[in-house]
Structures are given as C-alpha cells and as structure tokens.
C-alpha cells in the first residue's frame, strides 16, 4: 500500500511527489483550456517570465489532468433552461475533431453486444489518468489501466439525469459489419455529398495528393479530379480510404445540444459519421426530444424506423410535419403551409401516453435547419423545415451548433496530437467547464433582472425562482 501526500486544504496538488501544482495554477491552466490557449504556451509564457526552465511541458499537463481526474465533477451536461430532457435539440458532427488512429489497429470484439458500461468506461478513463502519477511505482511495459479504443467499451458522455442508464448504446462496430437493407443504403449511408464538399473545399494540390494516395490518376483539373473521387467512393473500402484521408483517422465527434448551446452528449466516433451514432446517443436517453434538428434528418428518421420496428422513435409521418402526399408538399413548396405545436409553448394539459415531461406530448419529429436545406433531395424533405412550425420560429438559433464547432476548432492543433483516451478525456472536462460557465451566467442573469435571490432547479432540472 502506497500512500501519497494530497492534501488540496494547503493549497497544492501532488502530482506524482516531484511535480506539484499550486490550485490556483490548475485554475489558471483550467481557465486558459477555456480561452483556447494550450497549456503548452501558458507554460512557455511562465518560463519566459520568470526566467526559469519548467519539468517537461507534457508532465505538467499530465498533473492538471491528474488534478481534474480527482475533483468531483459530476459532468451533468444539462442547461438549466431546457432541463435534463430538453424538448428540442439540435445534433451535429465536429468533424475536425480526431485522434491518429489507424481503424485496423481496433480489435474486432468476440462478444459484441452494441451496449457499454458508460460509468465504467469513464472511471477507466480516470483511473488511466490517476496511475500516471503513480508511474515510478508501475513498470511501463505492465502500466495498468491503460484505455485503448475497443468496441466493447467506448462509450459516449451523457449527463446522469438525461441518460437512461449507465448502460448505453455504442453500436459502432455494426457500421463495418453488418449489411444495409436497400431503403438503408438509398437513405442511410453517409452522405457522400459531405465527403465531396469537404474535397471540393481543398485545394488543388491537396486533391492530387489524395487522389494519388489512393491509387488513382491524379491528372486533370480539380473538377476531373473529384468526378473521378466521386466514382471510387461508391465502392466502401474505397470510401473509408478517402474519409480517413479527408476527415483524419477517426470520426469527429457527434454532438446533441439544446438551442442555447449546452451540449447534452457526446460520442467520440471510432469510425466515420453515420446516422446511427445519433440514434444509439438519443435511444440511450430517458426521453427522446419532440424536435430534433440535424442536417442529414432524413437518413435518422429511416435508420430509427428500420432499427426500432416496434418503437418508431419518429412518428407520426416518419418524424415529417405532416404526411407525405403530393399536395401537402405542393403547399409546403410554395410556402403555403403552417404546422401548429402548441404544446412546444404550453404543455399539454391532458398528456399523451409516453409524453414528453416537458410538453406531454409523444409526438417526435426531425427536421431541417435553414442552413442545409440544399442538401435534401428527396421532394418528400420539404416537410421537414423548421419554418413550418411557427411555434420554432425565433426559438431557434440552429447555428449555435457550427458556433460551437469554431470555438472548440481552435483547440484542435493540441487536442488532436493527443492520445485517444487523454483527448477525450480532456474534451468533456472542457466541455463540462463551458456549460457551467454558460448556465452560471443564466443564473445570474435571472437573479440580476428579476431582482430575487434564490434561484433554484424543479424535478426537470429547470431554473425557477425562490426555494424549492
Ligand atoms: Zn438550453
């Protein structure tokens, strides 16, 4: 048994007996992650200031992840406006986010089930973290609790008052493995549309290079190019080849976040972006969002309803406003249609049987946002707009999602040279810091305009007035 000096009371965090922190650094490390700057140039400003040579850079960061493994956060990921079940959520991929990963360097696991230990798979990630400090005592060859990318176990990140249980969806390894039905295949797999406007936004010489890295002929104009990109990725292997190209080695992170820009989950995707990586986040839920908002919403809507048979997690109209017959869409095309949620604005008072806590209602649709309604090009997507429903109109910032993405893209020249494990670990300690800070200024704001004192969270996890 080994005991080690850590006692926060005076001040200090041990780190592993040669590097100790000062809390207030750690603080400071803390608050510069929120302001995008690496720890690495914060500790390149100290040296330079005080004119001393700092351990190596990449220890002391080990030691202020080693103090935020140790602080008790709970990582609620809830806004305290929406509540733990916000009734409206908009999802989409930070595709910039990556670790170098080689995809085959990922077992295939022996007894796949699709369902991980979300507690346990983030206690690992801890512990990991934790060890390190202990280093000189483990031999590095049989370090324990090391967390390497597995099917089995990575696990996404949901608050604990939105998730079901600990016991989640992670259904990854079926991207791979498992055959597409034909209506699948026409509306499921991942747009390749995506992949080519990634291309299309490169340059020249970055084309070639791709094409010639792929075995192709890289001569002829961009456009050549990408027409003949476009031929080689309907063929899977290919696909993958030129999405681990493009979009780095592993799959961005799928994100969930209510329209005030908390985020709710997250899914750090071993494989490229498919609807399913949403599907298993929101099925993992203790309730799933009247409204969702995703730039590719028809492919959830027919994975949820080929996957859940019998739970139909969109309907009615497969998560359409309305039903898809030609006149509906004819209105709908000449802006002639209005589709009314009242129970967005006033619950209902009788709720529906599985109704929603928030609205009552068990109505679940998805929809598109404004800024990628060119994407759909089936005519029956028209009747997923969000400007339909005037009770949307206004509620909706649907950008808040890529003003996220731009924020924590500015954290990726140091997050993305991280190991997986590490990165990810890191990712959600940020993320938790943002939303508090978001939801201590909507404290405060409350208090400040509606001149009260005690502001308090109801059994939904919404922000009221007085003491509860
Ligand atoms: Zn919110």
Not at 68 to 76: G, N, P, R
Not at 119 to 126: C, G, H, K, R
Not at 323 to 344: D, F, H, M, Y
Not at 364 to 383: A, F, M, P, R
């Amino acid at each position: 048994m080994i005991y080690r000096y850590q006692e926060w009371a005076d001040g200090v965090h041990n780190y592993d007996d040669h590097i100790i922190l000062s809390l207030h650094f750690c603080l400071y490390i803390r608050a510069s992650l929120q302001t995008h700057t690496t720890a690495g140039r914060v500790f390149e400003a100290m040296e330079l200031s005080l004119g001393v040579k700092l351990p190596p850079h990449s220890r002391i960061l080990q030691g202020y992840m080693h103090f935020e493994a140790l602080t008790d956060h709970q990582y609620i990921y809830s806004c305290v406006k929406c509540g733990s079940n916000p009734a409206i959520v908009v999802m989409d991929l930070h595709k910039k986010g990556v670790f170098s990963l080689p995809v085959s360097e990922i077992p295939d696991p022996s007894d796949y089930t699709g369902i991980v230990d979300m507690e346990e798979f983030w206690t690992s990630l801890s512990s990991e973290i934790i060890s390190d400090g202990l280093m000189e005592t483990f031999n590095q060859e049989t370090k324990p609790f090391v967390v390497q990318p597995d099917y089995n176990k990575w696990s996404p990140w949901i608050g604990p008052q939105t998730r079901k249980s600990n016991l989640v969806y992670n259904t990854e390894w079926e991207k791979v493995h498992k055959k597409l039905t034909s209506s699948e295949k026409v509306n499921v797999e991942i747009p390749e549309d995506r992949l080519l406007e990634q291309v299309m936004a490169m340059k020249v010489e970055e084309v070639k290079k791709l094409c010639k890295s792929c075995g192709m002929d890289s001569s002829g104009s961009k456009m050549d190019l990408i027409l003949q990109l476009r031929t080689e990725i309907k063929n899977r292997s290919s696909y993958d080849k030129v999405f681990a190209k493009v979009w780095g080695a592993s799959g961005g992170w799928a994100t969930i976040m209510c329209p005030c820009g908390i985020v709710y989950s997250l899914k750090f995707n071993l494989r490229a972006e498919s609807p399913r990586d949403y599907m298993d986040m929101l099925m993992s839920w203790q309730h799933i969002p009247n409204i969702v908002i995703y730039d590719f919403a028809r492919g959830l809507a027919t994975h949820g309803t080929i996957r859940f048979p019998t739970a139909l997690p969109f309907s009615p109209h497969e998560g359409r406003l309305l039903s898809p017959t030609a006149e509906n869409i004819q209105c709908a095309k000449e802006g002639r249609l209005t589709v009314k949620l009242p129970w967005l604005i006033k619950a209902k008072e009788t709720p529906d049987i599985n109704g929603h806590p928030l609205t009552g209602s068990s109505e679940h649709y998805v929809l598109y946002d404004k800024l990628h309604e060119g994407n759909t090009k089936d005519d029956k997507d028209v009747l997923r707009r969000i400007e339909l429903v005037p009770e949307l109109a206004g509620r909706i910032n649907s950008q808040v999602v890529e003003q996220f993405f731009s924020q924590m893209e500015k954290d990726n020249y140091f997050l993305n040279m991280m190991k997986p494990s590490t990165q990810i670990f890191l990712i959600r300690n940020i993320i938790h810091h943002r939303n508090s800070i978001v939801n201590t200024a909507r404290m405060d704001k409350i208090k400040k305009s509606l001149d009260v004192e005690h502001v308090t969270l109801n059994k939904h996890g919404q922000a009221v007035i007085g003491k509860m």
